[in-house]
T-cell receptor
Framework: AQSVTQLGSHVSVSEGALVLLRCNYS??????LFWYVQYPNQGLQLLLK??????LVKGINGFEAEFKKSETSFHLTKPSAHMSDAAEYFCAVNNFGNEKLTFGTGTRLTIIP | EPEVTQTPSHQVTQMGQEVILRCVPISNHLYFYWYRQILGQKVEFLVS????????KSEIFDDQFSVERPDGSNFTLKIRSTKLEDSAMYFCASSGSGRGTDTQYFGPGTRLTVL
């Protein structure tokens, strides 16, 4: 069975500050890892994903995440927060041959002007 | 850019009534999914569908639920007799393949409220 834990249901950062959203996973086989973002009244949009290869993955809007197998983590970062980053962020896990995504509970990011 | 669309955006129904939630997946995609999110809880997988058959379903997807691709563009989720606990946001998604590496593209969701 696979699972995802997102620490912090709400995170607030000042505009221009570092964004760090935490995600830890549990999977019995090598995982595929995803970050999705949900803006108000919109669907889930893929930010980035890790499948194989380079463990540092760059996504849209300046976000990146690093797969750390030893820590079973896939934390999402952005060096400088922008007001437009305010949204809900979901970490999800999948693996080979598995169609369904398993999601974390989400982290609501608030940007303080 | 192609996108998944869902209708209606909000559905209010009485307990025991049937509801049909509609989705139009991205046109060249072959795999279709329904997920739901009860307020304050995780996004949960309900069912996946490929080649006009259910390929995987969760424990949540009991006999009250059914899915159908009635034509070449729509993908529907039917709940036969709604319960209060069915109140949730329902997301449709599609992907080009069923591989775990493939991106699933999500629609904006239908908020179902059961009174």
């Amino acid at each position: 069975a696979q699972s995802v834990t997102q620490l912090g249901s709400h995170v607030s950062v000042s505009e221009g500050a570092l964004v760090l959203l935490r995600c830890n996973y549990s999977s019995s086989v090598p995982p595929y890892l995803f970050w999705y973002v949900q803006y108000p009244n919109q669907g889930l949009q893929l930010l980035l994903k890790y499948t194989t290869g380079a463990t540092l993955v760059k996504g849209i809007n300046g976000f990146e995440a690093e797969f750390k197998k030893s820590e079973t983590s896939f934390h999402l970062t952005k060096p400088s927060a922008h007001m437009s980053d305010a949204a809900e962020y979901f970490c999800a896990v999948n693996n080979f041959g598995n169609e369904k995504l398993t999601f974390g509970t989400g982290t609501r990011l608030t940007i303080i002007p | 850019e192609p996108e998944v669309t869902q209708t209606p955006s909000h559905q209010v129904t009485q307990m025991g009534q049937e509801v049909i939630l509609r989705c139009v997946p991205i046109s060249n995609h072959l795999y279709f999914y329904w997920y739901r999110q009860i307020l304050g809880q995780k996004v949960e997988f309900l069912v996946s569908f490929y080649n006009n058959e259910i390929s995987e379903k969760s424990e949540i997807f009991d006999d009250q639920f059914s899915v159908e691709r009635p034509d070449g563009s729509n993908f529907t989720l039917k709940i036969r007799s709604t319960k209060l606990e069915d109140s949730a946001m329902y997301f449709c998604a599609s992907s080009g393949s069923g591989r775990g590496t493939d991106t699933q593209y999500f629609g904006p969701g239908t908020r179902l409220t059961v009174l």
